[in-house]
């Protein structure tokens, strides 16, 4: 609970990003938000803070990818969508289950999953190109969705795709098991065999090329059912590449403007 009530705001962001694009050593490459804490929590609601930030990007002409499951991007729709106009902006939406009660279980805060199809809806209607992002797949759980959300987010707009097996590094992993007992206790150790069997018989492996899917015969099925499932759907797998060729400062009052 620490980690949803125990936030920091930071409202000087956008001026500090915007400080540091102006830097003459600052080498143009798009930003990525949202893949360590969702940028669009409910106190984005009142701050703003993300909303200034991609302000700021739109006025530099900068690209940038945003991962949520958040509904609240929606408001930003306006910037992002004239922000894709130009080749700058994309979006990944994180659908983990289409099951309603278990997703109120596993993430009773966050919106639940057709609410996330609809912001794939809404965004693709604005031109923005959107990733469905199957993520994170617990075996024996939600993994038997994997093509069933992946459909979901094609038929609401999705244009690419991606997958993500569960994770427990440190402290998540003690709280995951104590979720499991809680709400699967009749399943929970077969749920913990499967991610030990991925990982080498340890509950995490950090190894590049290893934490974000594992190893061994259960990995190597669910990547073979995505490839197959998003070959069936016309899903891409890369996202679209963003442009840096168009980002420039914006002139500032004083500035000596340019004859040409």
Partial sequence: MDFETQLIARPEAPDVLARELRSKRYQVAP???GTNTDPYQPIEK????????LEVLSAFNHPVAIVTKGSLIERDIDILGDMAGRGLAAVGISVTTLDAKLSRLMEPRAPAP????QVIRKLSEAGIPVRIMASPMIPALTDPELEAILTGGRDAGARHASWIMLRLPQEVSPLVQDWL????????????????????????????????????PYAQMVAQRFDLAVKRLGLARSGVPLRCDLFRPPSEKGDQLSLF
Avoid: F, S
């Fill in 46 to 53: 009142t701050h703003g803070i993300m909303r200034e930030c």
């Fill in 114 to 117: 057709q609410r996330r199809l």
């Fill in 31 to 33: 930003i990525a938000i």
């Fill in 181 to 216: 007992a809680t709400h699967y206790p009749d399943r929970a150790e077969r749920i913990m065999a499967r991610l030990r069997d991925m990982h080498g018989g340890k509950e995490y492996d950090a190894g590049w090329h290893k934490r974000m899917r594992g190893e061994g």
